[in-house]
């Protein structure tokens, strides 16, 4: 069965890339110009993955992608026309799960596509373990393996890999770690962040220098890589 992408967009000319990429990649899509429509559309389709512009003809595509995250999980990927960093991470913290700045490649954007369709299906939910290659996490007993091996965690390196582990492939702010992570009124202490990744790291990685595992969104977060 293929997956249905909705795309939300109102340059005719990127749609109508994004609508010959798909049909030739065996997707199948709908499309949309503004919020309004995507929102009708979204709700009597049921896509498996949307693709949102932020500017949007009747609002910003922010408001469009908070309104879908009352409602619903799905996979959503900006794509945007504004470089701005402070713009990115707003949608991103507004529940954005990646994003592409335009002029964008579609190689890098097919691979966006497949890792967030991936998502939901590489983690196994059996009992409360939850499983993403070579890790291995119990959510009843607290522990994490790595192959078979029982990792020494602290508190802190337990709570920040285990919210990686139940966020596959989705780009996290910096916010969005340290206040699930640590709790409100840590959202601006990026050292303990760095610090407890680097020490992560140096636990699961073969290569701590090129990680697998918890890849770095430059100025942005980070990726935990479940492939």
Not at 102 to 118: D, G, M, T, W, Y
Not at 153 to 173: A, D, G, Q
Not at 180 to 204: A, F, S
């Amino acid at each position: 069965m293929k997956n249905l992408i909705q795309i939300i967009e109102d340059d005719k000319s990127v749609k109508k890339l994004l609508e010959i990429t798909f049909k030739e990649f065996d997707f199948d899509f709908i499309s949309s110009e503004n919020k309004k429509n995507a929102l009708t559309m979204f709700l009597s389709h049921n896509p498996d993955l949307l693709i949102v512009d932020l500017g949007l003809p009747d609002g910003d595509g922010k408001d469009f992608i908070k309104q879908i995250r009352e409602i619903s999980k799905i996979p959503i990927i900006v794509l945007t026309a504004r470089h701005d960093e402070k713009e990115i991470i707003l949608a991103l913290d507004a529940g954005a799960d990646d994003y592409i700045t335009k002029p964008f490649s579609v190689n890098e954007l097919l691979a966006r596509i497949r890792a967030n369709l991936r998502r939901s299906l590489n983690i196994v939910d059996i009992n409360n373990t939850f499983i993403c290659d070579e890790l291995k996490l119990d959510i009843t007993s607290r522990d994490i393996f790595l192959n078979t091996d029982k990792l020494k965690l602290t508190p802190i390196e337990y709570e920040l890999l285990k919210y990686f582990i139940l966020h596959p492939n989705k780009t996290l702010t910096h916010k969005q770690i340290l206040q699930e992570v640590w709790g409100t009124g840590y959202q601006n202490e990026m050292q303990y962040l760095r610090t407890y990744v680097n020490t992560l790291r140096k636990k699961i990685e073969k290569n701590s220098t090129r990680p697998k595992y918890i890849i770095t969104e430059p100025s942005v977060g980070y990726r935990f890589n479940c492939n």
